[in-house]
């Protein structure tokens, strides 16, 4: 079982920027894959970002591309996802989770989550 806690949402105007913070403990992190999901009012949980835990290639969504980055602490077990230039449309409660080996786009595929922290984008 692995444990996620997130920090690090809050209030920013257009343009800005923030850096969301997850957390992992667990048994054996280094064969998972961490998620960054978001979900606004009424939407479906939608794709965001993903690297395996040890490392390696990052994806992103297209949405975010160019904007969103995900960085290591491999000595504080955490992950983060700085957000630059950030626009109304990112508002939503982003949620980080992991996933075995194969985990991708699909929130299904994954099966740790994080409490989420809310992010909202003022125009």
């Known amino acids: 079982q692995v444990q996620l806690v997130e920090s690090g949402g809050g209030l920013v105007q257009t343009g800005g920027s923030l850096r969301l913070s997850c957390a992992a403990s667990g048994r054996s992190l280094s064969s998972i894959v961490m998620g960054w999901f978001r979900q606004a009012p009424g939407k479906e949980r939608e794709f965001v970002a993903r690297?395996?835990?040890?490392?390696?290639?990052?994806y992103y969504a297209d949405s975010v591309k160019g904007r969103f980055t995900i960085s290591r602490d491999n000595a504080k077990n955490t992950r983060y996802l700085q957000m630059t230039n950030l626009k109304p449309e990112d508002t939503a409660v982003y949620y980080c989770?992991?996933?075995?080996?194969?985990?991708?786009?699909?929130?299904?595929?994954?099966?740790?989550w994080g409490q989420g922290t809310q992010v909202t984008v003022s125009s």
């Open positions: 690297i395996y835990w040890s490392g390696g290639s990052t």
């Open positions: 989770a992991s996933g075995g080996m194969r985990a991708r786009d699909n929130p299904d595929s994954y099966n740790n």
